[in-house]
């Protein structure tokens, strides 16, 4: 993959919207660009999880696409791009992007990445879950996209929250091959 090339974050509004944010600041740090998209719903998250304001988190990426602009940029196939990570991803984007029926530029631009054979990780962030979601997750994967819940590791032994959030993202980051220097790597048992 070309350095070059930006990075779509889409964060949606599942619970979990650090996991976006500190995704957005460690690329910004590496000097990715990034095209960020935000849903209502994640708006409406960061408001109750965070202390950051959603115009101060969109102004982290250096470009911002409102959810209802299905004519963006990242919205056609011609935009090159390195890959998208949804971050985090709510059951309803990953339902959306799983039957290829978009209504917004989110689920829009990921159905664009698996047209055109790129990397689209979803850091899925629901529990626990039915059938109809684990047919979604099969869906998707069957269609290219990388599904990767997010699931804390602690083979690292963090101390504080920070550190797993940062080893969640760099994990996901990894997916596209991109080392932030921030995931603890297993050195096995001896």
Known sequence: MTASLPMIVGISGASGVIYGIRALEILRTLGI???????KSAEMTMRSEVDIAPRDVK???????????????IASGSFRTRGMLILPCSIRTMGEIATGVTSSL????????????RRLVLGLRET???????????????????????VPAFYTRPTE???????????LLDLFDIDAGIAGRWAGRG
């Open 128 to 150: 626990p879950l039915h059938l109809g979601h684990m047919r979604s997750m099969t869906a998707v994967t069957e269609a290219g996209a990388i599904v990767a819940p997010l």
């Open 106 to 117: 989110l689920p829009r631009a990921a159905d664009v990445i698996l047209k055109e054979r």
């Open 59 to 73: 102004a982290l990426a250096d470009h911002c696409h409102p959810i209802g602009d299905v004519g963006a940029s």
């Open 33 to 39: 660009e990034t095209h960020l998209v935000v849903t």
């Open 161 to 171: 929250i920070t550190q797993i959030i940062d080893h969640s993202v760099g994990r």
